[in-house]
């Protein structure tokens, strides 16, 4: 039975074992440079009423990221009586250069009015330094009080926990959506600059996912292989790149690995492209609903970026934009995404595009370095952050 906002309002946490529908707001944060970002409200600890736990805890906002796996959030903003900390040392890098140091806790675990039906996994982090290949990152050109998670090394800026929705299992914490119900969920984004709200969706009904476009996931030990056969195409000379896609909605622009590539740009800026998914083999075979056209670096997401690959084989990060086109299900008990066209996906031609990105800043990628999210996905498994060419 479906339940709306009005009914969760009056029910904030349940556990949910019969699977009930609820919806979780996703915000969008956008920089002073420009970027965009995605959060969820989360709280930690058992019992929580309304926005508050009973140990005292006000929810606040985690950067969503199907990048990565798992629950990351600085040790102060959880009050030590709401989880048990194993004292285990746990350590994760973003991709950007930056790297959180802690320790492994349990908890159960809260995402806007939905709770784990039991204690989960999870990173309490008590540092931010740099990884050697970046050692300005911006967790050493701030004071720590200043620092967040995504904010791009802006004073002020980011987030104080990450929320990875990943479908990949990590071995110091675990995707809380796993422990909810019927082990799927929904993302609906925000269209960017449009100032409205979007939802996780969390035990979507038959409703949400009418129209959906599904593939089936590899499993990958004991999780599964979250990335799709995409092809980056250049409308304007016909190039081609193809290869495993990942969604990932804590970048704000995409890299493509190519064997011996140079660290540069992809194509000019303004031509025409258009990023797809192979429908092979699957129940659904209508190619023109998982197309997506853009025009490089024209607006938020497209930004196109080309790097080495440690690998033979050509892989894609795709960033959030194929999020501004479909609605997303991830079904972790299925082993499968599907792809919901949406009615107010975004049009290249229209006149209310955003300007172009400026080629002098860096498009920084922020996507938790999630174990085996794309085997070898570049040098030592970290990809970097890339300034296009001035």
């Not at 990932?248 to 590539?261: F, Q």
């Not at 800043?361 to 070898?376: D, H, L, R």
Request: glycine share 10%.
């Amino acid at each position: 039975m479906k339940r709306f906002l009005a009914l969760l309002s009056l029910l904030p946490h349940l556990a949910l074992a019969d699977a009930t529908r609820v919806v979780v707001p996703i915000t969008e944060v956008v920089l002073p440079n420009g970027d965009l970002r995605y959060s969820v409200p989360v709280s930690v600890g058992r019992g929580s009423v309304g926005r508050v736990s009973v140990g005292g805890a006000a929810s606040f906002p985690a950067l969503l990221d199907t990048g990565s796996t798992g629950l990351k959030v600085f040790r102060a903003m959880v009050p030590a009586q709401n989880y048990q900390d194993s004292h285990i040392a746990s350590a994760s890098s973003f991709s950007a250069g930056d790297r959180l140091t802690g320790t492994i806790g349990t908890a159960q675990l809260n995402i806007g009015g939905a709770s784990t039906d039991a204690p989960v996994r999870f990173e309490l982090v008590d540092q931010a330094a740099c990884m050697d290949f970046r050692p300005r990152c911006g967790a050493a050109t701030l004071p720590a009080r200043d620092y967040g998670i995504g904010g791009d090394g802006i004073a002020g800026q980011g987030f104080q926990a990450i929320l990875g929705i990943s479908l990949q299992t990590a071995s110091d914490s675990e995707n809380p959506l796993v422990h909810i119900g019927a082990k799927r969920w929904l993302i609906e984004l925000p269209e960017p600059n449009q100032h409205q709200t979007g939802a996780l969706i969390i035990n979507p009904d038959d409703n949400d996912v009418h129209n959906a476009q599904s593939f089936q996931l590899a499993h990958s030990g004991s999780g599964w292989l979250d990335v799709l056969p995409g092809c980056l195409n250049n409308l304007s000379t016909t190039q081609r790149v193809c290869g495993p896609t990942i969604l990932d909605t804590g970048s704000p622009g995409m890299i493509v690995y190519i064997p011996n590539a140079l660290n540069a740009t992809l194509w000019n800026v303004g031509e025409n492209a258009s990023l797809g998914f192979s429908a092979a083999n699957q129940a659904s075979t209508n190619q023109a609903n998982l197309t997506m056209p853009f025009k490089i670096d024209q607006s938020p997401g497209t930004g196109l970026l080309q790097q080495a690959a440690d690998t033979q084989q050509s892989y894609i990060l795709s960033g959030f934009l194929p999020f501004f086109y479909d609605d997303v299900l991830y079904d972790a008990a299925m082993g499968r995404i599907a792809l919901q066209p949406r009615p107010d996906a975004p049009n290249p031609a229209a006149s209310t595009m955003a300007p172009p990105m400026s080629v002098n800043s860096a498009i920084e990628v922020i996507e938790m370095n999630a174990p085996g999210a794309i085997a070898q996905a570049a040098p030592n498994g970290m990809p970097v952050v890339i300034t296009p060419s001035q």
